[in-house]
Structures are given as structure tokens and as C-alpha cells.
């Protein structure tokens, strides 16, 4: 292909406009809104692979405009009424066709990569250490999802040159799109299609969970899928008979029968574990998952000095290690707990964000009396266990008095239950030292299956 001409190509045609909407529109959907994809251990400038899922995700949008952006682009020769003069010269039609093909592709490849970049140096810029491969398909399907339907946009335009065909695109797209999300929201993705259709869609989920990734059968089927697309788009763009347009499917309907056949059909092996980012990384009793490395000198000498207070408090009952949650669950589902091993959610804002005494103090709450609703900006629970926590925390770590581990809110239903857990401080410290202790013990039974913290340090049955 003449470069010179390539350059005039994208100078004086709609192709840079298509990157420019891609990477100007995703930045501006992610920067003008606080949504979840900045929140807890799967923000998208947090990890290599939470980077690339929410990138992808933004393609619920982008790729129904850049097939738009190829219709449109493919009706500039019906327009400028030069299809016929063009067809007469002695040039081959596929290379006609790779000249505004190339370009549009050229264009919005570098939109997408300029956001890849961009997320990619502020995951590099951030607090992990964590490189894992399987970032960078995802980000590449996405790429050729992007290419494929802008130039299978193209040569339907062509096909079908009616100021129609654009908008016609654009709209069955985004159905088309909206009708086969996947959503990870339970513990197994479900969509309103079967598994293996819903993994046509060029559009991920937005990551919940930080140690989730694609599977490399939905990268190499998607990518067959994508490759057919393309293939077929541009065999349409490059046709000039009905026979070779009948032709032009063959490539398309081929990359969907090999890609069915790569495309997992149960749901467990779409979304799976990345085992090297869940392994664990120790210091003694202490441990968190190989993503979340660089938290293990911050949580390690808070944990033993937990784990001390705990062994003061419990005597052998006490749990023994310190580790950070790894159990996958559905969004609002209660939390797996154990009574040998205090789990830190670095999803909990509260431990996300203490070091020192006060992240020692919020490890203590959690063995005493662990929340069994997550905490989570997204879910929202737990909130009822803080006055429970706190009582217990202020109980084991010797407190005069009870110190709240959040500043209490000042709505009513939160000032009853901190009026009841000053309370049962009160009733609890009345006691004698072996009752106390004996009151504590039940506070952590309740709490391990989900009962009412409370209700044992305030002398009621739990239920």
C-alpha cells in the first residue's frame, strides 16, 4: 500500500474521527464517572487484567459505532457517484479496497491502543508488581473486534448503498450486543443467550472479582470469530458481482463454526481463576494472593501482632493465620468464613485503606467477630457488624472505652445500634474477666454463622 496515499486517505476522511471518538469517548465515560471500575482490588488502573476487561467492556458502545463509522465510510463512493468510474479503472478491486479499509483500521487501532496505553502506564505507575499474560489477548481481540466490524460495516455498505444502511447498523449492533452481554454478577456468568453465543459478543463484563480472567479458548474463538467477520467484510467491500458477493459469507459462517467449536459451552471455563495471581505470597502466618504482593510488608507485622492480641483473647480457640480472601461468590452472596484463619477483604474500604495500629485494630475485629455480609462499595454490607466489632476489638486490645473502627453515621438506625453496643460495653466490662471472655467466645460462634453479634454481648438470644 503507497504510503503517501495512505496519509491523504486519513487526512481527508472520516477514519481519524473514529479513533478520536474512541479514545476520547472511553476516557470520558471513564474519567467524568466515579463508577465502580474505580473502586476496590479491581479498579481498571489497578491490574494488568482489570485494566483490559474494563478497556473491553467500553466496546458495548465503541464497537456498534465503529461499525457505523465503516457504513459510513463505505458509502463515500455511492455518494460522490464515482463507484462506476472507479470499477472501469485497470486497479484490482481488493487493492481499492485495502486503501479506506486500512485506514479506518489504522485509525482505530490506535485510538483503542492509546487507551490500552494509558491504562497500562497507570497499572504500571500503581502499587502492584503482578505482569500477567493473559492481559494482553484480551486487549488484542478487542483490537480485532473493533477492525472487523468497521470493515464489515464498509462492505455492507457498499453492498447496500442507502443512507439507511449506517443507522440500520448502528442500532442492530448495539441489540445484538445488549442481547448477548454476559454479566458476572452471579457465581457463574449468565446472559440471555447460551454460553457459546453470548461469546460472540466482542463485550467482557466489567471485572467485580481481580482474579478473574478470560479463559484462552474464548480468546482463540472470539478471535477465529473476529478474523471471519473481517474476512467476510472485506470480500463484500472488494466485490463487484452478485456471485462474489454470495461468496463473501463463506469466511464469515466459517470463523462461526470453528469458533462454536473453540467457544467453551459451560459457563465455569468462560471466566476462570488466574491461578499464578491467586497463589499465595507468605511472611510466617501471614499471606495474600501474588497480585496483591506488595501488601504483605503493610499487613504482615499488623497480622502476627492480630494474631497475638487474638491468641490473648481466645487462647487456643484463637485463629492461627492470617490470609486474604480468594473464595469467588455472587455479588451479595455471604461471605465463607473460618474459624482457624482471619480473611482480609481488600475490597473492604476499611482495610484497604488502615496501616499500623489501626489496620491491626480492624484484624482483631475480624477474628472476634468477622462480618459475615461483605463490605464492599458495591454491595454495601457489614455496615451492621461495626458496633459489634468495635466492642470486641476494644475488649481484646484493652480499651478504657469502646473505639468505634468508623465514624459512626447519624441516621437513625445508626445511632440505636451504636447506643446499643455502648451498652453491651458496659454490661460486658461489668462481668467478671472469665465471663467476659466467655461472652467474646460467643460473639465469634454467632458471627462465623451469620447470627446477630450483638446479641450475645447484650445478654438476648441470637438468632
Known sequence: ?????????????????????????????????????????????????????TTRSMLAYLWPLSVGFGAVYGLRDARSRTAELLASTPRPAWRRAALPAGALALALAAGFGLLVLWGGSQVALGETDYLPAGWLPISLVAVLALVAGAVFGMGLARTLPSVLTPPILVVGSLVAVMYLRQTTDGALPSGQASNRLSQLSPVTDMPREMLLTLSGAVDLGQALWFLGLLGTGFALLAASTTRARLFAAAPVLAGAVLALLVLPGDPRDTYVVDRAAAALVCDGPVCVTRANGTQLPVLAPAGKEALRVLHDALGDRAPATVHEETTLRANGDDRQLSADTVLVDFDDPLIARATGAELTRLLVAQGLAPNCRPRTPWEGGGQLSLPAQSVVASWALGDRQVQPLEKPEEDQYAQAAWTSATAAWEKLNALPRAEQRARVAEVRAAALSCGSELAPLTGEVSR
Not at 486517505?9 to 473514529?18: F, G, I, Q
Open 1 to 53: 500500500m503507497n504510503t503517501r496515499v495512505l496519509r491523504t486517505e486519513l487526512r481527508r476522511s472520516v477514519a481519524p474521527w473514529a479513533g478520536l471518538v474512541v479514545l476520547g469517548g472511553s476516557l470520558a465515560i471513564l474519567y467524568a464517572v466515579n463508577g465502580l471500575w474505580w473502586q476496590g482490588t479491581a479498579a481498571w488502573t489497578g491490574q494488568w487484567t482489570s485494566m483490559a476487561l
